[in-house]
């Protein structure tokens, strides 16, 4: 049984920074993609960023030097680290694990940006 667990959000004040983490465990695989994903009251839920078991990264285009998404392997954790937060960043992230052809949700955590 897969599980994804998600952890590291909470309230910044604007320009601050937070890390995210993300730790699955159970069988998985060598080839893998992890991933965040956010949803603001009222929007769908979003790609944040992502990176492969190798080591290829996906950002939303919008976030493209303010975030950064990096793996470590050997623990099956992900993180991503936002830094010069914004309002609109706020939301519920979610980490999302996908391996041959599932995917496996992690519960969200609320980042919240303000003053």
């Known amino acids: 049984q897969v599980q994804v667990v998600a952890s590291g959000g909470g309230l910044v004040q604007p320009g601050g920074s937070l890390r995210l983490s993300c730790a699955a465990s159970?069988?998985?695989?060598?080839?893998?993609?992890m991933g965040w994903y956010r949803q603001a009251p009222g929007k769908q839920r979003e790609l944040v960023a992502a990176?492969?078991?190798?080591?290829?990264?996906t950002y939303a285009d919008s976030l493209k030097g303010r975030f950064t998404i990096a793996r470590d392997n050997a623990k099956n954790t992900v993180y991503l680290q936002m830094n010069s937060l914004k309002p609109e960043d706020t939301a519920v992230y979610y980490c999302?694990?996908?391996?041959?052809?599932?995917?496996?949700w992690g519960q969200g955590t609320q980042v919240t940006v303000s003053s």
């Open positions: 999302n694990l996908g391996m041959r052809g599932q995917d496996y």
């Open positions: 990176i492969t078991s190798v080591g290829i990264t």
């Open positions: 159970g069988s998985i695989f060598s080839s893998f993609v």
